[in-house]
């Protein structure tokens, strides 16, 4: 490229110094002039395409050097990406594996919930029912008293009493099915929830 622009250039000189020449105005001295200013533009035109072959390279080399960059970078994400896939398949596994233990959980709360609540009500039906026995016991009790004391108060003073039954001379034997304690020192406040009073 660079000799075709010479040749072209030689051309043009030539032509200009022949038509010169015809009219006589040009000299030898003007043609080496010419041509040496032409060699030089020639230098700077060799020099010039030389900056621009290297900074063509550069660029090239740069290029280069960019795709990898985004090689590796594309690889770095598709790896990255990946790995993301990977740690949301582990949380979502985590998560149902989670919710099915919460389930499992809110079961057994429930169930231990309503069993709880059915220990309870058979435990105030004990205490109830027990505690209605006591006071069938207590007014049984009661009434056998006061018929003692009616008994005791329609004996004879001063009677013999080798005869008469323990119960009257003052031994009274109470049941042995009935609880421990006192049972006169039963109230209505003490009575569980739900029992009624006699």
Do not use: N
């Not at 960019?66 to 990977?86: C, G, H, K, N, Y």
């Not at 959980?105 to 435990?123: E, P």
């Not at 001063?158 to 003052?170: F, I, K, Q, W």
Request: charged residues 25%; contains cysteine.
């Amino acid at each position: 490229m660079i000799r075709f622009a010479s040749q072209i250039l030689l051309v043009i000189l030539l032509a200009a110094l022949s038509g010169c020449s015809v009219f006589g105005i040009a000299t030898k001295g003007e043609l080496e002039a010419a041509m040496q200013q032409e060699a030089v533009h020639q230098r700077e035109l060799e020099a010039r395409l030389a900056s621009l072959d290297q900074d063509i390279e550069a660029s090239r080399e740069e290029m280069a050097a960019l795709d990898r960059r985004m090689a590796d970078a594309t690889s770095q994400w598709a790896a990255m990406q990946a790995a993301l896939v990977s740690h949301f398949d582990s949380l979502r596994t985590e998560f149902v594996t989670l919710d099915r233990d919460l389930d499992l959980v809110s079961q057994g709360v429930t169930t231990a919930s309503a069993q709880a609540a059915q220990a309870q009500l058979d435990s105030r039906k004990a205490m109830r029912i027990q505690y209605e026995t006591l006071l069938d016991d207590r007014d049984r009790l009661m009434r056998q008293l006061e018929s003692l004391d009616m008994r005791l108060e329609a004996w004879p003073a001063g009677a013999d009493t080798s005869g008469v039954p323990d119960e009257v001379a003052g031994i009274v034997e109470p049941r042995q099915d009935i609880g421990a304690g006192d049972v006169s020192a039963i109230t209505p406040a003490d009575q569980p929830d739900g029992a009624g009073s006699h």
